[in-house]
């Protein structure tokens, strides 16, 4: 650590095609072989230590404290406000650009990305999820209840959305184990049956972790939303329709999604993203005043998802659809998360719900893209897809356009437990 | 601390109408003037100080490590499983019974109940809501959709359930902010309006606490339940019924609930409570084997609910209920939501969903109570309720027996914020 030798331009280090530029930043917490779990940002195929560079005294002009960054969770920095994540991302941006700041030996502080694992950037207090796009809304309801009209008459007026299990997200790359779960009867018998689902799905979705709100009572406008959201995800909200369609009348979505959900490792901080966000669809009728937004707070955020099964071969994009398309946003969805004055805290989690378009292939689930089964995919090896089966990995990646993007979240479907212990004991 | 002074017999502390005897040793976090909250035990007046118990050495036998007791949260206790919990409650019912073992200046462990704070005994993991009383889901299905059969299709099939908002638990006493909300358009408009609730109501409620689970993807069995049941509180669910009937299609009650659930401060544990496990109503169809349930596990826990409005003279006790009438029990609830291989960890909450019975006066919440607000309540001054006033408190408490209560779980109803400066903002 003595001397000063003459260190790598880390610009040089940041490949072309990677996601991770000096404009992106994104943070999370990663593992190396043999050290705890700690803070880091990644950079092109690099990660920079935040313990380390705490450690180094290079952290101390934004005010936290260094214990915040050799935590396995990001919530101390969450819970510390957006004014230190401001500090502490423009001095990560010193710290890594080239001129009289940059650190001379900031090679010490990059780990390649290879040597590291990323982990689950921060155990969610409570997560959220919505139903913004109006075409997986109306699709979903053409599908779970033909005959009548697709949209709920609260779903243009309000941000519709419910709780999910929090316990239950994982980091991108976490296996998804198939759930068993109780299924209707079918045509002809009076007894519903449980087995592992036979209609396991994705969610393709973009979500917000928010710092510590207000006092538990108060709500937040949506003027002020951007004070308390400090960055973005892509989300996998694995589903399993069959499950799903049993139990949700009349308290929603229960046990069909409360197995997993998977999240991007890598929070992409707001400031990194306002350069894409956009007006979003024009709502009619407007919404009341505490939800009336005339701020462009969609991204520009280009989806696509990558169906992986076991044989290469069948490989195949299955979905692109662009966020910013979704009828609510951001800020509207955080105000009426907080209109009643519930408590927001460090950590909680906020998603957009599955993001679909009007394309054929603007999709964000398989039900929709199999229209409930009866149109299965074909994929490259002849092989068909009316949901997941067990071996297939599911890779999302979203980019808002070069060197800005939130990398990916995968998961790999692994086969259901066998129960034959567990019933025998009953 | 040297010498062995003549301690009082704590038995002889214990009122005869206290709901904390020695069979009971309900856990708690509890706080003092200048000092910080620790762990504790609710003794007849007083409440054993856990923290200062483990200082003097008198828990070493436990295997809990003193840190343990002054945390200002039950989690790490509830994470170290039941055979430490039997451990604690075996040594702490040595520590205050007369006898040999009993501590001579146990005194100086005992702090008088009006000098401690009772604290929130753990921030919830997850919080899951269950609908498990037949008559509840009756009377709520006849009253929010009339004409069609009140109970969903799966409904005597599985106990249906919903996550709530963790972040929104507080303890009991904590003062309860009247919500505002989007209610649907009135007769003759299409748009609906944004105000404080005018349809506050209750939900009269009982809720345990888990340990941790088994990994993530492996359910918990009927049969083994109870291990990772750690005790249970009592809950009053507010409720904005005019919010939730806007929003609840199709993902369920939302900020109709998600502004503030009590919980009753002390934690009852399962070992406690076992002698009251009574055998609950015949299940008809009965449910699939891995819910099917043969042991008593329905507890039989008399209930009541007094209103006190701010005029004294209008105070009255409006709803009498027994929780043993509950259609689906506390073992059934966690082997169904744990059945697709949910996370389940240490200070996750599962709740009964409101408590009802079939009498006149036997329902948890003020909708069933006055159908609607069809049947108002009158007080004994005269006035009368739909909904709760501000100003209103309610009071719920819980008693298997002499000796062995749960307390109380309070809020009084504060008025709704002045939203005119958030709307002047937009």
Redesign the interface.
Known sequence: MSGRPEGPDPRAKIPADSPFSLANLPYGVFATAGEDPRLGVAIGDHVLDLAATARRGLLRDTGLPDHVFSQPSLTALLASGRPRWEALRARIAELLSPGPEAIADVAELLLPSGEVTPRLPFAP??Y?DF?SSLEHATNL?KI??PGSDPL???WR??P?????????V?AGGTPI?R????I?PREGS?????APTDALDIEVELAFVTGNGPA????I????AADFIFGFVLMNDWS?RD?QR??????????GK???TSISPWVVPLQALKPFLVDGPVQD?PP???L?CDRPWNLDLDLEVELRPEAPAAAATIARVNARGLYWNAAQQLA??S???????AG?LFASGTISGSGRDEAGSLIELTWGGARPLELPDGSIRRFLADGDEVVIRGSCGPGLGFGEVSGRITPA?D?GF??S??
């Open positions: 207090g409570d959220v139903y309801g779970f209840r709920p008459a609260a007026h309000l519709i959305g419910y709780h999910g299990r929090a316990g239950s994982v184990r759930p068993w779960g109780q209707a009076s007894s519903p049956t449980f538990h009572g108060e709500p406008s949506v003027t002020d399993a499950i049993w139990e949700y009348q009349p308290l929603g979505p229960f046990l409360s197995f997993a009728p009341l005043p505490h009336r009426h998360a209109s009643n004055g519930a408590a927001v805290r909680d437990i129960r567990i019933e004991t009953q």
